[in-house]
Structure formats: structure tokens, C-alpha cells
């Protein structure tokens, strides 16, 4: 007969867990090179020895290089040096509003970047922890599955490899997330200010989830009253005027941000076309490398099957697409995981850390008694393809060439969980246990409002007749 696991063991294998975990970091943290750090924090440090002359970064890349060059060959911290030399020149593709915020860190190179090391795994843990508190995972469970995922997920890994913000935009949209389902139970116009400011945060940082940034915006219009959305778009303003000066101020003009837009963002920019050698993990790239073609064509068929699945499940709901549409967006788990999903799969340009955030819909399609075994095993194998598990697998059958394709595939489960999600939503919309639990008093109270409805209705038609 089957035992349970008392609390001892259960604590046993955490600590273990946890040891394992922290020295994985500890040592990504003290020996990671992070060139994608560099870049992103050699603005500033360029910025700190000779601010007034240089102008835009995008403009000016070969005066700050001059810079960075002679502060490298006369500094004493030999990880400095050795990342400098992996540089041609400075290569500035993020945001001017991003550089900001790395101006932030410390001045010392290996002090910088040990620091951001640190937090990249500090936040991806609190991001695991508070996904699984938001849909209610076992919490030994929980434990288990953050401590191996920070030892073992492979797009965390590259993450601090590198040194860029994927881990950062996963606490981000996971945070958000929270107060988004907190303002689904109990609307506050505070809520909601902190809510859009906060998009307009991730947005400013990097463009790459400006899907997911829209979809949950949406979600917030469709379920708010007009005096929260009023509030709610002047928090929005107001955060977006400050994103965007601070910017102008640090690099002299608002200039910069046309230089960033010319040189980085606008058409036919070099960094959509990256390769998959380059670790582009895209689903679009990968097929236009495979058929030879651009990767115009492939982009416009992946949103064209996106699309044509999401109007057929709406269709199947029942309820007419619009309905079923509006009714998915209402909850804020799914209008993060769609966004996040449909980037995934359309997107020209995934690196692999940005798979950090295949997580958050994947945990939706896991979540404690909100979802059915088949939709909770989707969640569960876009978890595992995306980890670099199968990695092995495929190193030992002489089939490496497989893995871009394979990691790139997660978004496969993810989007048919989605898509079967919104098909169960026509029968569940107006079961209590169809929402999360912290919503069931608020279901309920839909439900009574329905009934008298109906009640009134009738009696309205007794009297009449």
C-alpha cells in the first residue's frame, strides 16, 4: 500500500534541490562572460567618462568604442578585458529607455555583472513561485519544479550567458499578471494605474512583447468600468511622457529616439534577419531556411494558421467568434499566454532566452482545477521541449541539427492548449469552477445576477399576458 511522502523527506529533497540550484548560479554568476551584458551596460559606462561630447548612442557607436577601448586596455579586472576583445564595435540595438536603466548598475564591470547574474536568477525564481501561487500548484510541487528549473532550463541558462532581460520581462508580465487577476476580483482604479504604467514599462524596455502588452491592455478595457479606464489612461500617460524624457535628458536631445527607430527598428533593420547559426530559434526562420524563401512568406502562413484556428475554435464555442473572443480576453492568464504564444510562433526573431517566457502560458494550461488532463499535458510538453531536455536525447542519435527545431516547436502545445481552452469556453463561462478560485464569489454573484434577471423576465411576461 502507497505511502504519502511525510513533511521531513519533503524538505529534504527541497534543501537539496535548493543547494543544487544555488550552486549552478553561483557559478554562472562568477565565471559568465555575458557579452549581451557588455553592450547594454557599456553605454553608460562610456556615458560616465565623457557624457558631454558624445551625442547618440546609434549615431556615435564609434566614438563611445573609442572610449570603452581605453577604458579596457587600462582596466585591472580581466573579465572587462575579455569581453571587451569579443567585440568589434559597439553594437547598440536595445532602447535608449533600456540603456537608462543599466546606468543604473554599478560602475565596475565584474561587480555589474556578477550583480545582474544574481538577480536574473532571483527573478526567475520569484516568477516560477508567484505562476505557481497565482494557479494554485501543490506547493511542494512548486518548489520542486522552480529549484530544477533554475538548475536546468536552458533558455535561463543562455539568459545568463549572455547577460540579457528575458528573465527581467518574465517577473515583468508575471507580475503583471498578479495584479491583473487581482483587479479582475476586486476592481481599484489604483490597480489598474499600476497595471497599464507597468505595460508601458515592459514596452519601453523592448518591443519584442508589444503583443503581449496590447492583449492584456485589452483585457483590462473589456473588463473595467469608464472611470478606471479614464484613470487608468492618465497613470498610462503619464508613464509613457517620463519613459520617454528621462531618455532625452540622459543622452542631450529626443533625438535619440529617432536615431533608435532608423537604426535599429525601422523596415528592413538587420536584426529581424539574424540566423539560426546565430541562435535566431525562430519557427519562421527556421522554415524560410528550410524552403529557401524570405521570411515574409512563413511569418504571413504562421498568423494566417494563428488566426484561422482561433476563429474556428470561437466558432465551436458556440457562442459566435466575437463572443468567444471577448470572452477568452477576459481573463488575464489568456490574454498573456496568447500573446506570448502567437509571438512565439510568428515572431522573425527568437533567441532562446526568450523562451523564459513560454513559462507563464504554459503554467496556465497547468493550473489546478482549471483545466482538464489534456490541456494540463499540453502545458507540461511545452515545458519540456523548451527546456533543452530532449537536447541530449538528440545529441546522442546524431540529430544536434534538430534542436533549434524542436525548442522552436513549444509553441505547438502551448497554442493548442489555447485554441482548446477557448472551445470549452462556451460550456464553462458561467460555472464558478470554470474561473480561478480566488473569482468564484464573483462568479457566483454572476450567476444570482443572471437568475433574477431571468426571474424578472419572466414575471415581466406573466404580467404582460
Not at 557559478?27 to 555575458?34: D, I, K, L
Not at 500548484?137 to 519544479?145: E, S, T
Request: hydrophobic residues 55%; aromatic residues 8%; glycine residues 8%.
Amino acid at each position: 500500500m502507497a505511502t504519502q511522502i511525510g513533511p521531513a523527506p519533503r524538505w529534504l529533497i527541497v534543501a537539496l534541490l535548493a543547494m543544487i540550484a544555488f550552486s549552478e548560479t553561483l557559478g554562472r554568476a562568477s565565471r559568465t562572460v555575458a557579452p549581451d551584458f557588455y553592450q547594454l551596460w557599456a553605454v553608460s559606462a562610456a556615458v560616465r567618462a565623457d557624457g558631454v561630447s558624445l551625442g547618440s548612442p546609434y549615431k556615435d557607436s564609434r566614438g563611445y568604442w573609442a572610449i570603452l577601448t581605453r577604458q579596457a586596455e587600462t582596466s585591472a579586472d580581466p573579465r572587462r578585458k575579455a569581453v571587451h576583445k569579443l567585440w568589434p564595435n559597439l553594437s547598440p540595438v536595445a532602447s535608449p529607455f533600456l540603456f537608462v536603466l543599466f546606468a543604473l548598475l554599478p560602475a565596475d564591470y565584474t561587480t555589474a555583472a556578477t550583480l545582474f547574474a544574481s538577480l536574473q536568477a532571483v527573478m526567475f525564481l520569484a516568477a516560477v513561485a508567484l505562476l505557481g501561487h497565482l494557479f494554485r500548484f501543490d506547493r511542494f510541487v512548486l518548489a520542486c519544479l522552480a529549484l530544477i528549473l533554475v538548475r536546468a532550463y536552458e533558455p535561463l541558462a543562455s539568459d545568463m550567458r549572455l547577460g540579457n532581460i528575458a528573465a527581467f520581462q518574465f517577473i515583468a508580465v508575471t507580475g503583471l499578471l498578479a495584479v491583473a487577476l487581482a483587479n479582475r476580483v476586486s476592481p481599484r482604479r489604483a490597480l489598474g494605474a499600476v497595471l497599464v504604467a507597468g505595460l508601458a514599462l515592459v514596452a519601453f524596455a523592448k518591443l519584442n512583447l508589444a503583443l503581449v502588452v496590447v492583449l492584456m491592455a485589452l483585457q483590462f478595457l473589456i473588463t473595467s468600468n469608464r472611470k478606471a479606464i479614464v484613470a487608468a489612461a492618465v497613470a498610462a500617460a503619464s508613464a509613457c511622457i517620463v519613459f520617454a524624457l528621462v531618455p532625452c535628458g540622459y543622452f542631450h536631445g529626443c533625438g535619440v529616439w529617432v536615431d533608435w527607430y532608423t537604426q535599429v527598428v525601422g523596415p528592413g533593420k538587420e536584426i529581424a534577419g539574424r540566423s539560426v547559426e546565430q541562435g535566431n530559434y525562430s519557427t519562421t526562420r527556421i522554415l524560410a531556411d528550410l524552403f529557401a524563401v524570405e521570411a515574409t512568406g512563413p511569418v504571413v502562413a504562421v498568423v494566417t494558421i494563428l488566426v484561422g484556428s482561433l476563429l474556428a475554435a470561437a466558432y465551436r464555442a458556440g457562442r459566435g467568434w466575437k463572443g468567444a473572443l471577448a470572452g477568452a480576453l477576459r481573463d488575464p492568464g489568456a490574454a498573456a499566454s496568447i500573446g506570448i504564444t502567437a509571438t512565439m510562433a510568428a515572431s522573425p526573431l527568437m533567441w532562446l532566452h526568450y523562451y523564459v517566457w513560454s513559462l507563464i502560458p504554459a503554467f496556465w494550461l497547468m493550473r489546478a482545477g482549471g483545466a482538464d488532463a489534456r490541456v494540463a499535458a499540453l502545458g507540461a510538453a511545452a515545458v519540456l521541449l523548451s527546456s533543452g531536455a530532449l537536447n541530449v536525447l538528440l545529441a546522442l542519435a546524431g540529430l544536434v541539427s534538430l534542436v533549434p527545431a524542436v525548442m522552436a516547436a513549444s509553441w505547438v502545445p502551448l497554442w493548442a492548449g489555447v485554441v482548446l481552452q477557448i472551445t470549452r469556453s462556451g460550456d464553462t463561462e458561467d460555472r464558478p469552477e470554470a474561473a480561478d478560485s480566488r473569482d468564484v464569489p464573483a462568479a457566483r454573484a454572476g450567476g444570482r445576477q443572471r437568475r433574477l434577471r431571468r426571474s424578472i423576465r419572466v414575471a415581466s411576461a406573466g404580467g404582460n399576458s
